[in-house]
């Protein structure tokens, strides 16, 4: 076991992290004989056109990142292991169609130097995942459920659905905005495209409250995961009781519930603005007309106050929360996650933070051969 890089949140795509890309292909030439992790969203398979595959889609973002290829290619050729976590983005990766690609891509010298796991990968004392499974708004429905367009979490189906569609991508991170602020952002930056905008926000919004209603097409996949985990616990020889104890450490996933969905997608704000501006207005016009409505309506404004949802913090809370209650069910010296884009370090917990997000100093980690770690910045020239 010689000492291994650990990335995340690269978000390698066809038309962005082209700096990134850059960055990553020069630290593979500063660290020419380690193993390599990618701990998750290497590449954002979620915002590919909705007419082609996945794994057309991401033929076309390495071919877009040639330096990153011929870097992994040539790190490969050096004897090195390069080991895949698919995160929320890049989920698609669990197809084999999909991660076949990633291989005929890379063309490794043999199959074995390149892998694709799904959900976790052990490096000695150190446990390692990408950690949207910790965040309701990205979790799964299990962690080794099968990838379905149709059952994505509502971070990445928003992604797909709307994101890519529009060519929103500042919008991309934007989880703690509000109504208010978002509808004054649209116009700011989009001008007279901004109508157009909207009004795909919302329709996608109500689609998306209308799929997490159909609970029982939503939640096969929790039993497709089961059967998977099963077949985990043969391959590896982990106990399925300690396996199924981890798969419940993950949040309830809130593409499972039309009630959280409408809150998440602020949907329940926008009613209450709506329904104030009404009974405002029928108030104003005729003055005889009684006010419980319009009372009714202003509590509900002043109750939600249009507030954004306080997303980091109780994300990366949960991360936190969940990397000790792995610790402890597993027995290991340290748990790595990515995802939150929060490069955090205590005893017992790495997060990663994003190595494309990040705009000079690029997070990564070391895991040395003694077991000893250490999370360093690799500072863009």
């Not at 985990?229 to 104890?245: I, V």
């Amino acid at each position: 076991m010689k000492s291994t890089l650990v990335l995340s949140d690269v978000h390698l795509g066809e038309g962005h992290g082209r700096d990134a890309g850059c960055a990553l292909a020069r630290l593979l030439t500063e660290h020419t004989h380690k193993d390599l992790i990618f701990a998750g969203d290497t590449f954002d398979l979620t915002l590919g056109p909705k007419t082609e595959s996945t794994g057309e889609t991401l033929c076309r973002i390495l071919a877009h990142h040639e330096p990153v290829r011929a870097a992994l290619r040539a790190h490969l050729g050096r004897g090195n292991r390069v080991t895949v976590l698919p995160g929320n983005h890049d989920a698609a990766l669990k197809q084999e169609e999909t991660a076949g690609e990633l291989l005929k891509s890379l063309e490794p010298p043999r199959d074995e130097a390149l892998s694709v796991r799904d959900w976790f990968t052990n490096f000695g004392p150190a446990h390692i995942q990408h950690g949207h499974l910790y965040d309701a708004d990205n979790a799964f429905a299990h962690p080794l459920a099968p990838f379905r367009i149709g059952a994505e979490p509502l971070g990445t189906a928003l992604m797909r659905d709307f994101v890519g569609p529009s060519g929103a991508l500042s919008f991309a991170h934007a989880h703690e905005t509000s109504p208010v602020r978002g509808l004054v952002r649209a116009f700011r930056e989009f001008g007279p495209r901004a109508p157009q905008i909207i009004l795909l926000y919302f329709r996608v919004a109500l689609a998306l409250c209308l799929r997490a209603a159909r609970k029982d097409e939503l939640h096969a996949d929790e039993q497709e995961g089961e059967r998977a985990l099963k077949e985990l616990a043969r391959k590896t020889g982990l106990p399925e009781e300690q396996l199924r104890a981890l798969a419940e450490l993950r949040e309830s996933p809130t593409h499972l519930s039309a009630k959280e969905t409408w809150h998440r997608l602020y949907l329940d704000q926008v009613s209450a603005g709506a329904l104030f501006t009404f009974a405002a207005t029928q108030a104003l016009s005729n003055p005889g007309l009684s006010l419980p409505p319009a009372l009714v309506a202003t509590g509900l404004f002043i109750k939600r106050k249009l507030k954004p949802i306080d997303y980091h913090e109780r994300m990366n809370e949960a991360a936190r929360q969940a990397a000790h209650k792995i610790r402890e069910l597993l027995g290991a010296e340290l748990v790595v996650f990515g995802h939150t884009h929060s490069a955090h370090e205590e005893p017992g917990y790495v997060n990663l933070g994003s190595f494309g997000v990040a705009r000079r100093a690029r997070p990564y980690l070391v895991l040395r051969e003694d077991g000893h770690h250490e999370l360093r910045r690799f500072e863009a020239t």
